[in-house]
Nanobody, 118 residues
């Protein structure tokens, strides 16, 4: 089991920045990748960014150059960050953290709301 706690969402003006955090605890030694997704009202949940155990990163084209994913590990926790710069109103969504373990078991966080005002 892996427990996820997300934080960092909020209200920001267009052009501003936010940093989302997702702290994973539990069986973190089995984590293969940590990922961010987002879901705008009435839309499907879309992939935003991924960082793997060997620090390989992938970022969606829609946010490339503006969003950066990184992670920090301790013995018992792994925290993944999503630094979001030059935010646009179309970035408004619920942002979800997802952890994928070896063997493809995955866990989702509860989400954190990001609202970008024009």
């Amino acid at each position: 089991q892996v427990q996820l706690v997300e934080s960092g969402g909020g209200l920001v003006q267009a052009g501003g920045s936010l940093r989302l955090s997702c702290a994973a605890s539990g069986r973190v030694f089995q984590i293969w990748s940590m990922e961010w997704y987002r879901q705008a009202p009435g839309q499907e949940r879309d992939f935003v960014a991924r960082i793997t155990r060997d620090d390989t990163t992938t970022v969606a084209d829609s946010v490339k150059g503006r969003f950066t994913i990184s992670r920090d590990s301790t013995e018992n926790t792994v925290t993944v960050y999503l630094q979001m710069n030059n935010l646009k109103p179309e970035d408004t969504a619920d942002y979800y953290c997802k952890v994928v373990q070896h063997g493809a078991t995955s866990y989702w966080g509860k989400g954190t709301l990001v609202t970008v005002l024009s």
